[in-house]
């Protein structure tokens, strides 16, 4: 066995040695019998000035390398280093080109080993980390990292990593091990030839399969050890009523258990809602311990009562809280054993039969097999199945669709039956006491298509200022060019080898006499004529939604209602092509309807492989009829629905979708959900406004006589924790154009920088004027030092972009919509939070303009009954991000003057905790932020 690694980091002027850029250190750590032998580093002179922002990722500077050796100098030591070593790096592709290059150029040979790339490995032998960057994985396996971006240190880390994978991949069962040899050939780098080295030397190797893990069908699985039957139902279980019983049980979980008054009033409020059978509206303020707050007293009513209680919430990150964090914190605490269980939509999880018939497919892309291999990895680690415990790159997405459970067109192989995750997720719901699951799905109920969910009379709903939101996605339709497109796409012309092709392969193996088939020539012109179709249809939405704008200057996203009763040319264009599209669909769906019905009646008996691509064809004719259902009920059917096109001017077709949804959905709510459940409890920090709870109960359809309405204030003390200030030095935001505000709102944020060293999140509500901000922050060059994060700009999920905004001492973050609410960053990380504007929504917005127009028809005011309570709860949740502990400070900049100089300025303020609240000019405020802060 080549037992000899070099572990290499280097740091470089840039990104490009061809271009000139040069390595300025170098460093190498070898591993030689699984141990450090060796560590050799140097800075090098680049011969060149070094950026500055590579000073600044580094700490390495010019003076530093003034006197520091040439390459070409170091050169004989590194080729030495390497002598028979594999070459290992963290992103071994650029250290390997630059060190080549570099080699080169020293009149070397340059390096021609075998390479391997960690964080190739890591990708497959970590399938669940969150990222696979060297500093993410050194803080999973508790690695210290003191000086990142530093070669020395970079590659100690990567090489100690290296040593704790090498261990993981020969400690995986040997089936497993033989599977990811035969895949790992279409990797980039060399561990196809490292693990036929393992399994060559370890002949002693331990053929013992662990206690933990099962082989089904030639593949290891982690065992999964049945659950010890919960105790019967025990009638004495007695809720603990008073506040001394509450604190005996509560405080078996806490080390140091400190009472919240409020937290037990939530407890008796639940239990109470359940126990009369009635609805209930909680507001429940941060720090109140909410999730507990309700966990308790639905654990004793579900076991006292034998009954199963649903929890749902909106968000995966609330779901997976409550799983890891809360539950285990109920299951200390109680006398008694309960079971929970998380429940998803069925695609959700991995289909075992599908994934094991594709495993050994040829011609795979480089994605899909790095995908095959974290699957047989994770397998021995999860018990669920379940996709969200996968970091899948966008191309294993893909593989992910031809391995999703989802109902089969042949009857399901009843020997995968009994390791199924979607039917154990399903059982174990059955037996539960506990079901935490999300809105759409708690939804997918009323559309009578048959759910996951058992029956369930009592539901907490969590995160319930969303629910009418989750309702009128559900209740409605969307309809998009690029999925379309991409669906349509896997079938494919004939000669693109997709779908189509396969599905000919199929039938040519079998005799064709008296079928009445169109010819593959038809079909073939067919799908020409559909992508025409579907690029017309698409072309003339963009086009009808530019002759509805006037005065777009700036904007480039861009919303526009779309109605039936809207006269000209362009859309009687749009409904004759949306006809032709919807006649298309259905052609195309009974044209591959027929070939599948022949083929399953002329051929006796199939291969697994064959089975697999009529699965994956029949799954494809299924979602083209969703996509033709969806069509008609957009553009065919007359419906009541507000529908509206959002688009991208810059890129209309590729960007454009279409929406349709009904304006209010409180009696479909209120009909198919509440009446047809005896209690549900909503719960949220964001349900009144101004004490009052009208608004929500409108929209969810709630009765106020049978509704119960309780607010819990949080235990924070916000009088002496936030100071608001609103400069009075801002023009009004109604009477300047959006350049001048733009101007007007940087320079003050530039000052609240500096006053407050950062840890800013600034809140806008359109992202035009994010954008045009951010701009302008970075052209003044007056932030230089600060780190600024922008949602849309930077890129990363809301969640990436948090992390990092936490993990710099100055750093700003800017965000739109989904930075309002569920943002989470406790202590200084944040102690400066900015509202750019009063979160009203545009009255020309599809969804807003639509409501608005119904409730004035109905003789309402739409101001006072639709714009102003949504805006005060959507102000109400900003607010709530900056304070998240009791021993947090902050403060809070309003820009827009309306919260002081309109009458209905004040239902703002009196809607969040009463503050002490300053008025002035900048330079006044910041004077005072120094003292303060």
């Not at 000073?55 to 050796?69: F, Q, Y």
């Not at 999300?438 to 200022?465: F, M, T, W």
């Not at 969303?466 to 669906?487: P, V």
């Not at 002490?916 to 000019?921: D, S």
Request: aromatic share 10%.
């Amino acid at each position: 066995m080549l037992n000899k690694f070099v572990v290499i980091d280097l740091e470089t002027t840039g990104n490009i040695p061809k271009k000139g850029d040069k390595i300025i250190q170098f460093a190498a750590v070898v591993i030689e019998n699984g141990h450090i032998t060796e560590k050799f580093s140097s800075l090098t002179n680049p011969q060149k000035t070094i950026p500055a922002f590579i000073e600044e990722l580094t700490g390495i500077n010019d003076d530093m390398v003034k006197d520091a050796p040439l390459f070409t100098e170091i050169a004989e030591k590194v080729i030495s280093l390497l002598d028979g070593a594999y070459f290992v790096a963290h992103n071994v592709l650029f250290d390997l080109s630059f060190l080549q290059e570099e080699l080169i150029q020293a009149g070397c040979e340059g390096f021609f080993g075998p390479v391997l790339d960690t964080v190739e490995m890591a990708r497959i032998l970590y399938p669940t980390a969150d990222g696979y960057k060297l500093s993410e994985l050194a803080e999973k396996e508790n690695l210290n990292h003191y000086r990142p971006h530093q070669a020395d240190s970079d590659a100690h880390v990567t090489a100690e990593l290296f040593l704790i994978m090498l261990k993981r991949l020969s400690t995986l069962p040997q089936i497993t091990i033989d599977q990811l040899t035969q895949l790992a050939g279409g990797l980039k780098s060399d561990l196809q030839q490292l693990i036929d080295e393992i399994v060559e030397t370890s002949s002693e190797r331990q053929e013992e399969i662990p206690r933990s893990i099962e082989i089904f069908k030639d593949i290891a699985l982690k065992k999964s050890f049945e659950e010890e039957e919960l105790e019967a139902v025990d009638k004495d279980v007695q809720y603990p009523s008073s506040e001394e019983e509450k604190i005996e049980v509560i405080k078996h979980g806490f080390q140091f258990f400190e009472k919240r008054s409020g937290q037990f009033l939530m407890m008796d409020s639940v239990y109470e809602s359940f126990q009369n059978q009635r609805h209930t509206l909680i507001e429940a303020g941060t720090g109140i311990g909410k999730s507990l707050g309700y966990l308790l007293p639905i654990a004793y009513f579900s076991k006292q009562h034998k009954l199963p209680i649903i929890v749902s919430t909106h968000t995966i990150q609330l779901q997976e809280q409550i799983l890891k964090k809360e539950i285990p914190l109920l299951a200390k605490i109680l006398p008694f054993k309960i079971s929970t269980v998380l429940l998803k939509g069925r695609n959700h999880y991995l289909s075992l039969e599908k994934f094991h018939r594709t495993l050994m497919d040829e011609n795979d892309n480089y994605d899909t097999t790095l995908t095959k291999m974290q699957i047989l990895v994770w397998l021995t680690e999860t018990e669920t199945g379940d996709k969200d415990e996968l970091n899948l790159s966008s191309g294993g997405l893909i593989y992910w669709n031809k391995i999703k459970d989802e109902p089969t067109v042949f009857a399901p192989n009843q020997g995968w039956q009994e390791k199924d995750f979607y039917l154990k997720a399903k059982s174990n719901a059955q037996a539960a006491d506990i079901i935490i699951t999300n809105h759409s799905l708690l939804l997918s109920d009323l559309k009578g298509e048959g759910s996951i969910l058992p029956e369930a009379d009592y539901v907490v709903i969590d995160e319930g200022h969303h629910l009418e939101k989750t309702a009128g996605q559900f209740f409605g339709y969307s309809l998009d060019y690029l999925s379309s497109r991409l669906l349509i796409g896997q079938f494919g012309l004939y000669e693109q080898k997709q779908l189509f092709y396969e599905l000919e392969g199929l039938l040519s193996s079998i005799p064709l006499q008296g079928n009445k088939l169109m010819h593959a020539f038809e079909l073939n012109q067919m799908v020409m004529d559909l992508n025409y179709e579907m690029d017309e249809f698409f072309k003339l939405i963009a086009l009808f939604a530019k002759t509805k704008l006037t005065n777009i200057k700036g904007f480039n996203r861009i919303k526009v209602r779309f109605s039936h009763t809207d006269s000209g040319k362009e859309i009687k264009a749009l409904i004759h092509s949306a006809e032709r599209f919807a006649f298309l669909l259905k052609d195309l769906y009974s044209a591959i309807i027929d070939r599948l019905e022949w083929i399953k009646k002329e051929k006796q008996s199939l291969m697994s492989k064959e089975e697999n691509k009529i699965e994956e064809i029949f799954t494809f004719v299924n979602e083209l009829g969703e996509l033709r259902n969806t069509v008609i009920s957009c553009f065919i059917k007359e419906s009541k629905d507000v529908k509206w096109i959002e688009m991208d001017t810059r890129s209309p077709q590729n960007i454009t979708t279409f929406i349709a949804q009904p304006a209010f959905v409180a009696d479909q709510l209120k009909e198919k959900f509440f009446h047809s459940k005896k209690a549900v409890v909503l719960t949220s920090a964001t349900l009144s406004i101004n004490k009052s709870f009208d608004y929500i109960m409108k929209e969810l359809g709630l009765d106020p006589v049978s509704t119960d309405q309780m607010t819990i204030s949080s235990p924070f003390q916000y009088k002496d924790q936030v100071q608001l200030f609103i400069p009075e030095d801002l023009p009004e935001i109604n009477t300047v154009t959006l350049d001048d505000y733009v101007i007007a709102i940087t320079e003050h944020i530039i000052t609240i920088a500096e006053a407050t060293k950062g840890r800013m999140l600034i809140l806008f509500t359109a992202y035009d004027m994010l954008k045009k901000t951010y701009e302008l922050i970075k052209e003044s060059g007056f932030l230089n030092e600060y780190v600024l994060i922008a949602q849309g700009i930077t890129s990363g999920s809301r969640t990436r972009l948090t992390r990092n905004f936490q993990r710099y001492d100055k750093a700003i973050l800017l965000g739109t919509s989904s930075f309002w609410e569920g943002v989470d960053i406790p202590g200084e990380d944040l102690s400066c939070l900015v509202i750019v504007r009063l979160p009203f929504s545009p009255p020309d917005e599809p969804l807003t303009e639509a409501k608005c127009q119904l409730i004035v028809r109905q003789g309402g005011n739409a101001f006072n009954e639709y714009s102003l309570p949504e805006a005060i709860l959507r102000f109400k949740q900003g607010f709530g991000r900056l304070i998240r502990t009791e021993k947090d400070r902050g403060i809070m900049f309003v820009f827009d003057r309306r919260i002081v100089t309109t009458k209905y300025g004040k239902s703002f303020l009196k809607s969040i905790p009463a503050i002490p609240i300053k008025k002035g000019t900048m330079d006044e405020l910041v004077e005072f932020i120094h003292t303060w802060l």
